[in-house]
Each structure stands twice: as C-alpha cells, then as structure tokens.
C-alpha cells in the first residue's frame, strides 16, 4: 500500500492563480479530509468527505473547494490563490469504524507571491 | 471556545533528560484522545492514542501518554530522550460532539541536543 499521497510536493503560485491539490489514497477508506499547518496554529480543518459524493466544511473553508467522485480520490481546489493560502496542506483519510483515526499523506508546500 | 491547548511551544533538552509535554483540552463527555508527531521533512504519523480503559497509554519509541478526566489532560511523556526525538508533537482530541473531526493543539516543538 502506498497508503495516502499528494501531489505536488512544492508550489508557487501568483495571487489570483488557481490549481488543485491532489490526494489519493489506496486503503479503501472512506473518510477524507483536508488540513492547513501554519506555525504556531497546529493544524486546521479546511473540508472533509465521508465518502464518495460527499463533502462538508471544516473550520476554514474559505478560498477553497473540494469535490469526491471516488473513494481514491479527494482533490482540493484553490479558485484564486491569496498570499494567506500560503501554508502547507495534508490530506489524511480514516476508516469507516474509526474515523478520527486518521492517516495523513507528506504535505504540500504552497507559497502565494 | 472549545480547543485544545499545548502548553509549551518550544522545548529544549538534552539527551537522556525526561520528558513531558502538556495537553488540555475543553471538551465534556466522552474523547478519543492523539498525540501525533512530525519528524523534520516528514509528514504525521500517529504516535499513541486513548480511547477508552487504562488511561496510562503506551506508545512507539517509548512514548506515553496520561488521560487524567478531571483535569482535561493528555500529557505526553518519555523518560529519556534521544535526539532522535527532535520534532514536533501536536495533541488532537476528537469529541463524540464534533463526530469524526479531530481537533489539533497548536504542536510543540521539541529539540534534543546531542
């Protein structure tokens, strides 16, 4: 198992720039979520998906946007890159039966100039 | 505000020195209860967890961690430290209210000199 990835590992963007974070997963879980690290503020909650087809928003979603058309594959979108979105971004995924035990892939460095 | 607090942002030691790292949290009723740990480069991966039974919780790499209820705490602790422990350690806590959301403490950073 390559358990969850992310693609790609650093980024610069332009303000008003848009991309998209990938994240994939290969465990069959069906919990996602998306999270932001700035220093000294840990890590918070941006969007999560309790499976395929569904989404709901986490404690900062603003800027951002997420879809699940599969149970692999949890795609975080930036619309219009600010130079606040700099940060770096994990994705995790949890099972079913213990979805707060979650699995976090190896980041994505994004800095917005 | 519900959160999860950390007391000590950055913590220096040197090697063989005991440790111990304070989390708190506000949340009632019924927790599950991480500590997480982020090597330099790396990304998190769980290093104990609580849920429910002895509140003495054993970890990896000689890790533990104390659910003391009445006091709202997960202190995270190790009697002797290597340096490579350096890293950062972040609490979350999932409360039965939140669902299946975990909520992250601000992480301590933990360096240990050789």
């Known amino acids: 198992n390559a358990g969850v990835t992310q693609t790609p590992k650093f980024q610069v963007l332009k303000t008003g720039q848009s991309m998209t974070l990938q994240c994939a997963q290969d465990?069959?879980?069906?919990?996602m979520s998306w999270y932001r690290q700035d220093p000294g503020m840990g890590l918070r909650l941006i969007h999560y998906s309790v499976g395929a087809g569904i989404t709901d928003q986490g404690e900062v979603p603003n800027g951002y946007n997420v879809s699940r058309s599969t149970t692999e594959d949890f795609p975080l979108r930036l619309l219009s890159a600010a130079p606040s979105q700099t940060s770096v971004y994990f994705c995790a995924s949890s099972p079913r039966d213990r979805p707060y035990e979650q699995y976090f892939g190896p980041g994505t460095r994004l800095t917005v100039t | 505000a519900q959160s999860v607090s950390q007391h000590n942002h950055h913590v220096i030691l040197s090697e063989a020195a005991s440790l111990e790292l304070g989390c708190n949290y506000s949340y009632g009723g019924t927790v599950n209860l991480f500590w997480y740990v982020q090597y330099p480069g790396q990304h998190l991966q769980l290093l104990l967890k609580?849920?429910?039974?002895?509140?003495l919780v054993k970890g990896i790499k000689g890790f533990e961690a104390e659910f003391i209820k009445s006091k709202f705490s997960f202190n995270l602790r190790k009697p002797s430290v290597q340096w490579s422990d350096t890293a950062e350690y972040f609490c979350?806590?999932?409360?039965?209210?939140?669902?299946?959301?975990?909520?992250f403490g601000a992480g301590t950073i933990l360096r240990v000199k050789s």
């Open positions: 609580y849920f429910s039974g002895d509140p």
């Open positions: 465990m069959n879980h069906e919990y």
């Open positions: 979350a806590v999932n409360a039965f209210r939140n669902g299946n959301k975990l909520v």
